[in-house]
């Protein structure tokens, strides 16, 4: 993918957010997500990117981002975001879940397999956290388990 291919992907993704946000789901249960890449896109310089290797974690419980994850030393901390939307919330058992933070990060779980019903939004889904910051789009690679409260 080129790098105007994936800035456009984000800015569409970013006027999604605005008109699909609503209230979260409390099917939800709790999220912990661990990322180990970063990916950064500076938007002055569109053809420069970089790939970094960190170590951040989150935990989502309910709709809001765990007082632990908050607390985390930013170099460990995946997000600042306090609370979270569930998007779409008629999709919960899809192969596809998107959150909205409250500090305007998106987080999209993937499953690999094929939806075979209800609770098939438990367990370990590829995760994506995507943020725009001053001029740059970070987006952070990594997993998710998805489990109930």
Request: with cysteine; aromatic share 6%; proline share 2%.
């Amino acid at each position: 993918m080129s790098i105007q291919n994936f800035m456009n992907a984000r800015f569409v993704s970013c006027i999604g957010l605005f008109g699909l946000i609503s209230v979260g789901d409390a099917r939800a249960g709790e999220i912990t997500c661990n990322f180990n890449k970063a990916f950064v896109v500076y938007l002055s310089e569109p053809e420069r990117m970089e790939v970094t290797n960190i170590a951040q974690t989150m935990r989502i419980s309910g709709e809001k981002t765990a007082p632990e994850t908050l607390k985390l030393d930013g170099k460990l901390r995946a997000t600042n975001s306090k609370s979270w939307a569930l998007l779409r919330p008629d999709a919960i058992d899809s192969l596809s879940i998107q959150y909205a933070g409250s500090y305007g990060d998106l987080l999209a779980l993937s499953k690999k397999s094929e939806s075979s019903g209800k609770g098939d939004r438990l367990g370990l889904h590829s995760a994506s956290l995507s943020s725009t910051v001053d001029e740059m789009v970070v987006v952070k690679k990594g997993s998710c388990q998805v489990s109930e409260k």
